[in-house]
């Protein structure tokens, strides 16, 4: 960029400068002043200003003057309407699903919220008001699961202290509690919240557990934290889901009409997509998590054929055969019949 074609900018940053450093703020020729040019641009500069920082018109007899309020720091860091809308859209989101992390986000809503003085919630409030009204994060049907603020309040500081998690878990289909202590490894918000954990002597690897389901949940006294070298999203990509199992190698293939879909599509973080001749596309990666990766694939129903492993189509059998019974058994009946 010339000198000449920078000129502009920089006579509208030295303004901003001037405009924030001024205690009694600049009049209209001063700022032409600052400019170098005619009032008249010094009038546009200030609209221009004035659509991005709070400024302010002080009487002063019979003129007037401008100055922006606060340090400009605070301009670059303060959330817009669109960010808050975006907070105020997960918020809601997370007290649908009755997620653990709904009041820690409502919190972090509240507190941006107070940090604006008057002036700043009159010009914002309009806005947020109107994107928070249209906008909507899609809560699909899982599991109601409802996770006491104390256990996840725990487990945070225990992660944060470099410290064991104590507490005591039931286990699916089970009434009686049996007692663990962890080194927290983790933490997995979705449908379902997961603290995934290891036992300080080692030997069994990694395993989750599920926050709805722990109870009497307390930072231990004995320390214990994920080594430096731990990656979450890494040990996340062994699996295709939350079971934990051998890897297998997976390859499905794509038909072409829904070749299109398969592009655009993310079975696996470390999937590798191949083009064949007759416009289908074959899908490769290694994971665990054959169960979850078999219900998923109902999604593909007639566009779609698994090449591999065979374990993966002997548990799409089965789902398929158990799935049977959702449209009863008269109708299996008279499905056979027509065949």
Known sequence: MTERRKAPFDRMLTLVRALADSVE??????????????????????????????????????????????????????PTATELAALQTEVQAAQKASSPRAQILENLLVKLRASFDSSEKHRLDPDFAELARLQRTLVGPGAVAM???????????????????????????EEETVWRRV????????????????????????????????SDTKVSDIAGAAPETFD?????????????????????????????????????PRQELSELE?????????SGGLLELANHLFTWAGDLAIEAPEELRDIMARQLAAAQTAIGSNAISASKNDV
């Open 25 to 78: 703020g600049l009049t209209l020729d001063e700022m032409a002043g600052v400019l170098g040019q005619q009032r008249r641009s010094a009038e546009r500069a200030r609209d221009t200003i004035a659509l991005h920082f709070d400024l302010d018109e002080v009487e002063d007899g019979r003129k007037k003057r401008f100055r922006i309020r606060d340090s400009l720091r605070r301009h670059y860091v303060r």
């Open 147 to 173: 996770v006491a603020p104390e256990t996840l309040a725990a487990v945070s500081e225990a992660i944060i202290a470099g410290r064991c998690l104590e507490f005591d878990y039931r286990r699916d289909g």
């Open 183 to 214: 080194i927290p490894h983790g933490l997995l918000h979705g449908t379902v919240s997961y603290l995934v954990g290891a036992f300080p002597k080692g030997g069994f690897g990694l395993v989750t557990y599920r926050l709805d389901r722990m």
């Open 232 to 268: 979450l999203d890494e040990w996340l990509a062994e699996s295709f889901g939350m079971f934990r199992e051998q890897a297998y190698k997976i390859s499905l293939l794509i038909l072409p009409e829904a070749a299109h879909r398969a592009r655009s599509w993310r079975f696996h």
């Open 278 to 286: 007759d416009g289908s596309v074959r899908v490769s990666f290694a």
